[in-house]
């Protein structure tokens, strides 16, 4: 599991969310193996959500769990960090909608 201390805070664990659209898209996966070998520790086995053409934080490593929900996840890393922010107006603004 990615845990650890992050900008001086410990998180016991990474959460990310995504949009339904987006999870269902035929080029998501879930990782168990690449090239046809179980996928390692090392490139974040056992299993590992694979979400191409988005950022890389998008891409789970250490998968150890999926939850559906009509909501945004409320973790740090979703509404704190690795948020995506527009200027309007000359304004900062939070990009809106479901994961980056």
């Known amino acids: 599991m990615d845990q650890g201390v992050y900008n001086h805070e410990y998180y016991s664990e990474y ?3 995504l949009s339904l659209a987006k999870a269902l898209n035929p ?3 879930i990782a168990l193996e690449i090239n046809n070998e179980p ?3 090392e ?3 056992p299993v590992r959500l694979v979400h191409p053409g988005y950022y890389g ?3 789970t490593k250490w998968l150890t ?3 559906v929900s009509d ?3 409320n973790s740090a ?3 704190k960090y690795y948020v995506d922010r527009e200027v309007v107006d000359g304004t900062t603004k939070r990009a809106t909608g479901m994961g980056c």
Do not use: P, W
């Open 15 to 17: 959460e990310k969310d």
């Open 27 to 29: 080029n998501v996966l």
């Open 39 to 41: 996928l390692t520790v």
């Open 43 to 45: 490139r974040g086995g």
């Open 57 to 59: 934080t998008n891409s």
């Open 65 to 67: 769990h999926l939850i």
């Open 71 to 73: 909501s945004r996840s």
């Open 77 to 79: 890393f979703t509404t």
